[in-house]
């Protein structure tokens, strides 16, 4: 499950908490993606500190616009900027996650079911013509060249058309 997370571009710090405590088993645990490793028994005040650590570098990192392909993201704004032409577009709430994640991916093929377990929560119907109506929005504002359809397979970001 970690490394998916880390996969999907997602960057939420983690404390792997077990009773596994052989070295072999903490690399495993990094190379999956975890941030720090404590193993049973632990005295709390141990467990609270490395948690104010986790967080204390989770805050650390910059955390500026998102470029990729000639686009810039700005996640406090939720708005893309268009690089070439310096146009800024605001986007919704779906429109950004789906932008997001497909920045998180340039130049891979993003399957529809991929695109919406990722875009979409679990109470909402995971319809695909509703994710095609998302991506129709985004191509009007970047421009249709930006997202590639790959037919029977899915959709394209952030590539070269020839």
Not at 32 to 55: C, N, Q, V
Not at 81 to 88: C, D, S
Request: charged content about 25%.
């Amino acid at each position: 499950v970690l490394g998916r997370w880390r996969a999907d571009g997602n960057l939420v710090p983690v404390l792997i908490l077990t009773a596994r405590n052989a070295w072999h088993e903490k690399v495993d645990g990094f190379k999956a993606g975890a941030d720090d490793y404590l193993s049973k028994p632990f005295h709390t005040a141990e467990l609270i500190a490395r948690l104010h650590a986790l967080l204390r570098r989770s805050h650390a990192r910059p955390q500026g616009p998102l470029r990729v392909a000639g686009f810039e993201l700005n996640e406090e704004t939720q708005t893309v900027i268009v690089l070439a032409t310096a146009e800024a577009f605001d986007l919704t709430g779906t429109e950004f996650r789906l932008l997001r994640y497909f920045m998180l991916h340039p130049g891979r093929i993003l399957s529809k079911t991929r695109l919406s377990e990722h875009v979409y929560d679990f109470t909402t119907e995971r319809d695909s013509n509703v994710l095609e109506v998302y991506i129709n929005r985004l191509r009007r504002k970047l421009g249709h060249e930006s997202i590639v359809t790959r037919r029977g397979q899915g959709y394209v970001f952030g590539i070269e058309i020839a």
